[in-house]
């Protein structure tokens, strides 16, 4: 055995962060001078090593390439204005990948190496993480399948990586979505509560024929009836009725985000009502049309609290609620982001301090 908790550092000759414009970061095109890899064979996980950041070489038979056996992650870093970098609730995202492996016959990854091996990535690279207000360092693990092999079976190696990215907003204006209502992102008793790397694929057509539309992105509906509510994008999907805040039940159709858990956390704390119940687009449109719809809003990482200003269904566009009077998703979200910044008090003790 290997002692993970060992990392080996390879440090850049020389930073490349002179190079780049703060000002005007674009979202994950730019990465910071080190990058985290190991790898796994023979039942084992090697020292993970810090190195420069750089390009890979595979095989061209590497079965995550021809099979999809691919997953990742995502999760943010903050510089507080005491100069603290502050990683926003890391072990669920290893506790996540973790789940996402088992579904996609991968190896677990070891607590030291995901976490400790973070922390010293993103410690060595702090100079990276942003100082304005909407910026932050997006930090991204993902493990694939490196078989040099084309059998479709379960690979017998690994690789796991974490590359970062300095990152500013995600969407810069609130959104316009489409109710998807004939091609499917997850189905019951599949991958869509895993990060799999082919669910993202698998949207990619039905979210281009929707821009071609002019809308931003879709809400996604349950494969079997489209009639029930899933997610919107990348996001996990918000909605306030009358002064109740739903949001989808965790089945296996619904990523588990933490941006998700950690608004309800919050808005449960503020008293706020809370069903995780299905919503249906019958009385989605029925809500809109009896202005009991106050709020409807994404929440992930990338995008934090993405506001919906205009939703079209089977053709018809419907206008929503002005941003500024959306009292919940304004509060709980800018809770939430000064959390994530140091500018409120972490009592959950969510931040990891580096
Ligand atoms: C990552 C992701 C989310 C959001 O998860 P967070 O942990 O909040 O970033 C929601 N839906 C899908 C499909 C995702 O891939």
Not at 16 to 30: H, M, R, Y
Not at 116 to 140: A, E
Request: proline share 5%; net charge negative; glycine share 8%.
């Amino acid at each position: 055995m290997v002692d993970t908790q060992e990392i080996e550092v390879i440090r850049a000759a020389k930073s490349k962060i002179s190079e780049v414009d703060f000002d005007n970061l674009p979202f994950g095109k730019v990465f910071s001078d080190h990058m985290l890899l190991a790898t796994y064979e023979n039942g084992n996980w090697s020292r993970g090593s810090i190195r420069p950041y750089g390009d890979i070489s595979v095989s061209p038979a590497m079965s995550s390439i021809h099979y999809g056996q691919s997953i990742f992650e995502g999760l943010k870093a903050f510089k507080s204005e005491s100069n603290d970098v502050l990683i926003f609730r890391p072990e669920q995202n290893w506790e996540r990948i973790n789940k996402s492996a088992a579904r996609l016959c991968m190896p677990s990854i070891p607590m030291e190496l995901f976490l400790d091996g973070m922390k010293q990535l993103v410690d060595l690279d702090r100079n990276w993480v942003p100082t304005d207000n909407d910026c932050s360092l997006y930090i991204r693990p993902f493990m694939f399948a490196t078989d040099p092999f084309l059998g479709v079976k379960p690979s017998d190696s690994y690789t796991f990586m974490i590359i970062t990215s300095p990152v500013g907003p995600y969407y810069s204006k609130p959104l316009h979505l489409k109710v998807e209502t004939e091609y499917t992102r997850a189905a019951l008793g599949g991958v869509g509560f895993a990060k799999a790397a082919g669910n993202y694929a698998a949207a990619m057509l039905p979210a281009k024929i929707a821009q071609d539309q002019g809308v931003d992105q879709l809400i996604w509906t349950d494969a079997k009836e489209h009639r029930f509510i899933e997610e919107a994008g990348t996001m996990n999907m918000m909605m306030v009725i009358g002064d109740t805040l739903y949001t989808a039940p965790l089945t296996s159709t619904i990523l588990p985000g933490v941006t998700r858990d950690s608004f309800l956390t919050l808005a449960r704390d503020a008293g706020i009502n809370i069903k995780e119940e299905s919503v249906s687009t019958d009385m989605l449109i029925e809500s809109i049309e009896n202005n009991s719809l106050k709020e409807v809003f994404g929440v992930g990482t990338a995008a934090t609290t993405a506001q919906v200003q205009k939703l079209t269904f089977k053709g018809k566009t419907y206008d929503l609620p002005a941003v500024e009077s959306r009292t919940i998703s304004n509060s709980i979200g800018g809770l939430l982001l000064d959390i994530k910044t140091g500018k409120a008090t972490d009592n959950k003790g969510w931040n990891t301090k580096l």
